[in-house]
């Protein structure tokens, strides 16, 4: 009786011994089923966040580029990739005249969704990355030329970007424009998305008549004050040069008149008579060339002034 006894105590404390290890096992199940809950939840409300935010998915941090591979790192980040507006000016509307100053064509970014204004048009690109703007001329005499960066940063639906461009028409004709919007991988040379580009055929016509016949007149007259500028100059020059030979041939003559060169010619013999003084004479002869020259200088002068005169009223 005894040993019955004591076979079941020993029975029960085994029991009880069980009971007691599957409480503990059920409490550490329940446990680790809490923490699988709480935390697939957690990551449902962070991605939820993340979707709401804007630009999506690109604004939360990217996972290390080693866990992918180069097909999988360019379809991700292309899903992080978003549609924005973008105004851009209507080739058609600039007005191209030959051989007229530039005209500027804009590509913008606006961050929100505006209503484009007159000579403007509308186009859907690819943000959330760099993106590069390029416009091309081709065509005979046309070009068009950067004003800004080819490559700027669009990371969110709130960024403002802007793209210049001049474009000028040498002479008159048919040229056509393409407009490509190309979204990168990053800073890299990788192109993400590129859509076909906008491609447009404009006209650049021939300048007004008058104009022509303005400025082949405005030609004219540019001939004419150059010819008479130098026509003036030459008189001047002329003049100063018969000066000169004036000078020189009254300083070379001999020093009595006429009435000495026939006396040369039969000389008769006067004692008592005393020759006239030669300083006299010479005097005289130098306040003739002094005459001589400062007539010739005036006439210089009005021939300066007068062909001044002139070409200032052409000019004018």
């Known amino acids: 009786m005894v040993g019955l006894r004591a076979w079941a105590t020993r029975r029960r404390s085994s029991v009880l011994l069980v009971l007691d290890a599957l409480g503990g096992v059920s409490w550490v199940a329940l446990g680790l089923l809490l923490a699988l809950v ?15 935010r804007p630009g999506g998915a690109a604004m939360g941090p990217a996972p290390p580029t080693g866990r992918f591979s180069y097909a999988e790192e360019i379809e991700r980040e292309r899903r992080r990739l978003f549609d924005v507006t973008v105004l851009h000016t209507n080739p058609r509307a600039l007005g191209l005249v030959a051989d007229a100053p530039p005209r500027r064509f804009r590509v913008e970014i606006p961050g929100a969704r505006v209503a484009s204004g007159p000579g403007e048009s509308q186009a ?45 028409a040498e002479r008159a004709g048919t040229f056509s424009v393409a407009l490509t919007m190309t979204s990168y991988l990053r800073d890299t040379d990788t192109v993400l998305v590129e859509k076909p580009p906008l491609v447009w055929s404009v006209d650049a016509v021939a300048p007004p008549a008058d ?36 000078m020189v041939i009254r300083r070379r003559l001999p020093a009595g008149g006429p009435d000495d060169d026939a006396g040369t010619a039969d000389p008769v013999p006067d004692v008592g008579r005393r020759p006239r003084p030669r300083p006299a004479r010479r005097v005289r002869r130098v306040r003739r060339v002094r005459r001589v020259r400062s007539r010739l200088g005036r006439a210089a002068r009005r021939a300066r002034q007068s062909s001044g005169s002139f070409t200032g009223a052409i000019s004018s």
Do not use: N, Y
């Open 38 to 52: 709480w935390g697939s939840f957690v990551g449902f409300v962070t991605r939820s966040e993340e979707e709401d």
């Open 124 to 168: 859907v690109a690819s943000a959330g990355t760099q993106m590069g703007v390029k416009l091309h001329c081709s065509g005979a005499g046309v070009r068009c030329t950067p004003l800004s960066s080819e490559r700027q940063s669009v990371l969110s639906r709130k960024d403002v970007a802007v793209w210049l461009w001049e474009v000028q």
């Open 211 to 246: 104009d022509d016949w303005l400025s082949r007149a405005r030609d004219l007259w540019r001939q004419v004050t150059e010819a008479i500028t130098g026509l003036g100059g030459l008189a001047v020059s002329v003049s100063a040069i018969a000066a000169v030979i004036a």
